[in-house]
């Protein structure tokens, strides 16, 4: 199933599941003046075209035209694309180009294609379109927010047509040095070359109808600034931008905008991201039913141990009306892409129906990004990733959940609770979310933590140069547009044109796996840890779902890095032992009131001699709370213990009585 706003709540009685974007010498020698380097090759401002620095002379270019710091346009520039074009293809948003030019007509088409809100989450019956735009006719520009419509202003400002402005890179950056100029004099502010006089444009640029968006969005620029970045974009070109530690805007600029403050009480959001209040409705309907979520008392009696990691398959506006639809599902945070505005919908008291898998609902806090699973270049913005980099650390250090994989699941990586529901889970936010760097916004980056005989990998592949082939996109069978991936390949020999490894809970009739983009059965994803079960020449085993899968792993272009760590193997005597999708209580500890729940195993084998990295150590628990009041609800919680382990693209638990647990490199 492609994408989220999902769930199933799988308590008795009740399942709720959606089965359901100047002159070339005069500007290279402003370039030590306004912050950035030239690129190798190019400190003349010239070169042949096709060569990897013309991308860094059409930002100096623009800058001096439009009379822009080069350090400001290059420092939104990244914010936006982290100045990637994407070959022309347009973001979530219709945004295009190295500055996100955005047109919200290809916006609103994508969402009318998509049909948001698909199927009830009952699973009744078929749901039509939620989304008020795929029911209705597309508003006129003046009615759509900045945000969504700066490619035709810069068309107005520029004389270049729309067209060029999204395919090619220098026209789109001059199309966005236009526009914060134009920003600049809209606020009576000076063309100044100190970059430090532009805090307010870049608030502007931001498209935010609101201060604390804004201000968010303009800070993140003036810290890129701050610290510097140099990357190769994904069109090969190297593009520099020279720190200013010491750089300080003038952020008094943002009182001169005009925007209006938006109301923030409630939220549980860190002060340095834009959040709002938009609560999902806990309301009664119907029959002895109610939505969209239950309320709790977390942290005080469970913990909350996950965050998990969605995208939403569908636009923000058609989003927010979902989640405020009692009969439909719920989650707790909403990231829009254009600059990474929150917001909160679920207190982290309560438990929201995100994930399809109760046990996981119950001990973990939900966050939809604004995305599409299956567009590779409907590309997620770097305003987008570092406001959700902030706010999960802000939710790790409030309820001390460590920041590793194990913890900070993707929905894909959530296991099926029984085995009947293991083909139906999700498989968000996929491999086109860029985990590597989004660790490093973490401050956890994915880094060797022993050498060749530490017995673990960590799954870490240059993202950009990973182009994994990926079939399923637009049609099934038809090869997905190349593009960067987070994940590497298995297979069940050191061979490329060996079978993929299979799934036996995915297809329980050992049917094949294929390369759809939704298919997890034969991936491993970053971040994620396995314990090794071979090497040979540029390939490494490691053992997943039961046998040992092989990757590509050359010593030249290393797909993964060497840890080490805790792994669970069967007790002595033991050849096999369950593995679960949920860790619930022993029979024992269900109080009177409360029915037992079944602690049914998946169709999986930790067999003897594989090992299992540890993930964490949790006892059994279990949240019963299937009525609108709440004085019958109960947190349960046995004495049995589980180790949660990676066990194949998802994670999964074993009992504690049933394995030994040992350090990886024995």
């Not at 008020?132 to 003046?142: E, F, H, I, K, L």
């Not at 998990?308 to 009969?327: A, F, S």
């Not at 994670?651 to 024995?666: E, I």
């Amino acid at each position: 199933m492609r994408g989220s706003v999902t769930d199933s709540r799988a308590t008795p009685g009740r399942t709720r599941a959606r089965t359901a974007a100047g002159a070339v010498a005069c500007a290279a020698l402003l370039l030590p003046l306004l912050g950035a380097a030239p690129s190798a090759g190019a400190a003349d401002g010239t070169g042949a075209p096709g060569d990897s620095g013309r991308l860094q002379r059409a930002f100096a270019s623009a800058a001096a035209e439009y009379h822009v710091p080069l350090s400001v346009l290059l420092g939104v520039s990244y914010l936006q694309s982290r100045w990637d074009a994407h070959a022309g293809a347009p973001s979530v948003t219709g945004g295009y180009g190295p500055m996100h030019l955005t047109n919200a007509h290809t916006a609103l088409a994508r969402a009318e294609h998509h049909g948001e809100g698909t199927e009830d989450p009952r699973g009744d019956s078929a749901r039509p379109a939620l989304h008020p735009v795929a029911r209705t006719a597309v508003p006129a520009d003046s009615a759509l927010p900045d945000r969504l419509k700066t490619l035709p202003r810069a068309a107005g400002l520029t004389g270049i047509p729309a067209e060029r402005l999204r395919d090619d890179a220098a026209a789109n950056i001059a199309g966005g040095a236009a526009l914060l100029a134009a920003a600049q004099k809209r606020l009576g502010e000076p063309l100044s070359a100190d970059p430090a006089d532009w805090y307010g444009a870049v608030a502007r640029f931001s498209g935010a109808d609101d201060s604390a968006t804004a201000s968010a969005y303009a800070n993140d620029v003036y810290d890129v600034i701050r610290s510097g970045e140099r990357r190769t974009t994904d069109a090969g070109q190297r593009v520099v931008l020279a720190a200013r530690p010491r750089l300080a805007p003038d952020t008094a600029q943002l009182a001169r905008t005009g925007l209006a403050r938006l109301p923030s009480a409630g939220t549980e959001c860190p002060a340095s991201v834009s959040c709002e209040w938009v609560p999902a409705p806990y309301q009664q309907f119907g029959t002895d039913d109610y939505g969209n979520h239950d309320l709790g008392d977390r942290p005080g009696s469970q913990r909350v141990r996950y965050i998990v990691i969605h995208d939403t398959e569908g636009r923000w506006d058609g989003v927010l009306n979902l989640v405020q639809d009692p009969t439909y599902v719920s989650w707790n945070y909403t990231l829009r892409s254009t600059d990474g505005h929150i917001a909160q919908h679920v207190k982290g008291a309560d438990v929201a129906w995100h994930a399809g898998n109760w046990y996981v609902n119950a001990a973990s806090v939900g966050l939809e990004h604004e995305g599409f699973l299956a567009e590779p270049d409907a590309w997620y913005t770097e305003a987008m990733y570092r406001s959700s980099a902030r706010l999960v650390k802000y939710l790790a250090r409030k309820y001390g959940i460590p920041l590793d994989r194990q913890h900070i699941l993707g929905h894909d990586t959530v296991p099926g609770p029984t085995s009947g529901t293991i083909p139906g889970m999700h498989t968000d936010p996929g491999p086109y979310w860029d985990w590597r760097h989004y660790f490093e916004l973490l401050g956890r980056p994915f880094e060797p933590t022993a050498g060749r005989n530490g017995g673990l990998v960590t799954i870490r592949p240059d993202y950009a140069a990973n182009q994994v082939e990926y079939t399923g996109c637009t049609t099934a069978g038809e090869a997905c547009a190349a593009h960067g991936s987070n994940e590497v390949r298995l297979y069940t020999r050191p061979d490329t044109s060996a079978p993929l490894v299979k799934d036996t809970g995915l297809r329980p009739d050992g049917g094949d796996s294929t390369t759809d983009v939704n298919d997890v059965a034969s991936r491993a994803e970053t971040g994620q840890q396995y314990a090794v079960a071979g090497r040979q020449g540029d390939w490494t085993a490691i053992w997943y779902l039961g046998q040992k899968a092989w990757f590509r792993n050359p010593a030249a272009r290393p797909t993964a890095v060497n840890a080490a760590g805790l792994v669970v193997t069967p007790k002595a005597g033991a050849d096999s032992v369950p593995v679960y999708g949920r860790a619930y209580p022993e029979k024992e500890a269900y109080p009177a009131g409360v029915p037992v729940q079944s602690v049914s195993p998946l169709p999986y084998k930790l067999l003897a001699g594989q090992k299992y990295v540890v993930g964490d150590a949790v006892p059994g628990e279990y949240f019963y709370s299937v009525t609108f009041t709440t004085d019958s609800h109960r947190v349960v919680v046995g004495k049995d213990l589980y180790y949660e382990i990676q066990y194949g693209h998802r994670v999964a638990f074993v009992r504690a009585a049933d394995v030994r647990v040992q350090p990886s490199g024995l």
